[in-house]
């Protein structure tokens, strides 16, 4: 089957521009087979489960439906929870943001429903709701329903357990019969069919059933962590695992590259791989991961099929899978060859609830674990060194050395002198480090002699040109622009070539700074 892309499916470009924006790479396969027939104005009954990408499925060709210069409520989407409905018109919102003139709303119970009217009155043309509070505005007369001309019900299945059945009867009523109707349900009751005939036009039916497997090796915990700390709590839960070979997954290609720059500047030995990057480049990092010349490999769903390394020892969902059984094909990267594997997933806010139904999809508990402390990596730093003591003791060897320390010994405790190596030792792995991070080899960057050819990783494509490079580099890092030599431009990025004495000062000035808005980075060329 050929492969679709989100170009292939005649999406608007205005949304094409926000999906390109998100870094998604490709449509889940509930979005390959309900947008197409969405877009051609068909009825449609959706089988797939929380976890499928479904939201984007019906949300974006709805939104398409939309006649920007009518301020009547025109898409109308039930959903059975509170919760639901403010995830759904969240993401409505996302991808209509080049698309102002487009307003929606989350309805539902327990939120004040003045508040509700008020924007109601304002003008909105997609509204997000539970039935009953969906009903408590039709009956007030605030939500008016004649101009109507696309209606999804999203988890179908469970409102009828919840028993909106007559109320989603009495709601579909009201709604002029020329509508497009969506419904999208995990399973496919009596009562969904009936509703099907009753006020459904011929539906065509598209289907995703997942693979309900998982790999019982493989321990699974999760971190429930705040968006703004996931870097630093990935470090805490790398600098604990210490682990010889690992992935972390990404939702997006812009989550990939933003993360490996962060991982990068902490001083991890990290690359990405993303459908953006060329097969030539794909195997140079695929290769220095298998070689181990880098210890982690930040890669999305996508750019990570056929990876098939099996020294790898943990993997990290840093962003829970918009498909499900993407979850199964990640944590399926540890764990070969009869090892036990170990993956961790990140979990914000409310994909707690996300988490619920991934654990119920996959059919295995996955358990809640704390983060690491400051403490717990400075205990975990202390065991490591004193295993490394023992392996020095039962090698042997030590006798010039146990000599030295014997002649100390007469004037001084021997506990003493070992804590003191201990401390020059610790203190002196500190200021190699320190020394490291702050002075660059910087070798043959293929530059004129006495300059150094510096990479940046912005170019035209993001809106800059060599004057904007220029000033940046005299005003951050003070040198004069006459000493600055050729800047070469790229369309994602840029080469410039800055004198020898001068080039840890203009990188440390440059890095982590921002050209136009857009934080950039800068390493010698050589190191690409």
């Known amino acids: 089957m050929e492969k679709v892309g989100f170009k292939d499916l005649n999406i608007h470009e205005d949304i094409l521009k926000v999906i390109e924006e998100l870094g998604f790479e490709a449509p889940t396969p509930i979005q390959a087979q309900a947008l197409p027939k969405l877009y051609e104005g068909k009825d449609l009954i959706g089988q797939a489960q929380t976890g499928t990408g479904k939201t984007a499925a019906f949300g974006i060709p709805m939104i398409e439906k939309v006649d920007k210069k009518n301020k009547a409520v025109q898409v109308l989407i039930l959903a059975p929870t509170r919760e639901l409905s403010i995830q759904v018109a969240d993401e409505i919102r996302n991808f209509s943001k080049y698309q102002r003139q487009i307003k929606s709303l989350a309805i539902y119970g327990g939120q004040p429903i003045e508040r509700q009217i008020k924007i109601l009155k304002q003008g909105v043309q997609i509204v997000v709701g539970t039935p009953g509070r969906i009903l408590d505005h039709i009956s007030r007369g605030t939500l008016k329903l004649d101009n109507v001309i696309g209606v999804v019900l999203d988890e179908a299945d469970q409102m009828l357990d919840m028993g909106f059945l007559e109320d989603i009867e009495e709601i579909l009523d009201k709604i002029p019969s020329s509508r497009q109707t969506a419904m999208f349900s995990a399973t496919i009751p009596k009562e969904i069919e009936k509703i099907a005939r009753k006020y459904m036009k011929n539906p065509e039916k598209v289907k995703v059933v997942h693979k309900e497997l998982t790999v019982p090796q493989i321990e699974q915990y999760y971190f429930e962590v705040r968006p703004y700390e996931k870097v630093d709590a990935l470090s805490r839960v790398l600098d604990m695992e210490d682990s010889q070979l690992g992935i972390i997954f990404c939702r997006t290609k812009k989550g990939v590259d933003e993360l490996v720059e962060s991982l990068q500047s902490r001083g991890y030995s990290a690359d990405g791989l993303h459908g953006d990057l060329k097969q030539s480049q794909r195997d140079r990092v695929m290769k220095k991961f298998r070689d181990g010349t880098i210890d982690l490999l930040i890669a999305t769903d996508v750019a990570a099929r056929g990876i098939d390394v099996d020294d790898v ?216």
């Open 313 to 528: 020892d943990l993997v990290i969902n840093y962003d829970i899978p918009e498909d499900f059984e993407y979850y199964v094909h990640r944590i399926g990267r540890t764990g070969r060859a009869g090892r036990v594997g170990l993956a961790y997933t990140f979990v914000t806010g409310r994909q707690i609830k996300t988490l619920k139904a991934l654990e119920h999809y996959i059919k295995t508990k996955i358990r809640r674990k704390k983060l690491p402390t400051v403490n717990d990596i400075a205990e975990k730093q202390r065991e490591v060194i004193a295993e490394n003591i023992i392996n020095t003791i039962e090698k042997g060897g030590l006798a010039e050395y146990t000599n030295f320390i014997e002649k100390l010994a007469e004037d001084y405790n021997s506990i003493d002198i070992a804590g003191a190596l201990l401390k020059l030792m610790i203190n002196k792995n500190e200021a190699e480090a320190l020394e490291a991070a702050e002075k660059h080899d910087f070798g043959d960057t293929g530059s004129e002699p006495g300059m150094v050819r510096m990479f940046l990783n912005i170019g035209k494509k993001h809106g800059v040109n060599a004057g904007d490079i220029l000033g940046a580099i005299t005003g951050e890092s003070g040198i004069d622009g006459n000493l600055v030599g050729v800047i070469d431009m790229f369309d994602k990025f840029t080469f410039v070539e800055v004198p020898e004495k001068y080039a840890s000062k203009v990188l440390k000035a440059m890095n982590k700074n921002r050209i136009k808005g857009r934080k950039i980075s800068m390493e010698p060329a050589n190191r690409r």
